[in-house]
Nanobody, 126 residues
């Protein structure tokens, strides 16, 4: 049974940093891509970044380019989201997601992923 468990969220002041982790278990050898999404109160879930499990190719949303870095540790079956220069508008529940079939490009929409973590809250105060 596939499980994705996020950790590392919390409360931080504007300009601060956090690193989120997503530990995957159960069937990770079949994963092709991993993604990060976020959902703020009253808003739709939005794409943050995606990474190819095998090649390490990364795609990031314009809103986080230059501030957020996505990486993976295949040995630990873990994906990371390093978030720097956080702003109040980054406040959201952050989710990691995984897909176990190949796609031509990294998925940037929620339906492109099969498995989801429970989410971790990130709150940025001004």
């Amino acid at each position: 049974q596939v499980q994705l468990v996020e950790s590392g969220g919390g409360l931080v002041q504007a300009g601060g940093s956090l690193r989120l982790s997503c530990a995957a278990s159960g069937g990770t050898s079949s994963f092709y891509h991993m993604g990060w999404f976020r959902q703020a109160p009253g808003k739709e879930r939005e794409f943050v970044s995606a990474i190819s499990w095998s090649s390490g190719t990364i795609l990031s949303a314009d809103a986080v380019k230059g501030r957020f870095t996505t990486s993976r540790d295949n040995a630990k079956n873990t994906v990371y989201l390093q978030m720097n220069s956080l702003q109040p508008e980054d406040t959201a529940v952050y989710y990691c997601a995984a897909v176990s079939y190949m796609t031509a490009t990294l998925p940037t929409a929620s339906p492109g992923y099969q498995y989801w973590g429970q989410g971790t809250q990130v709150t940025v105060s001004s």
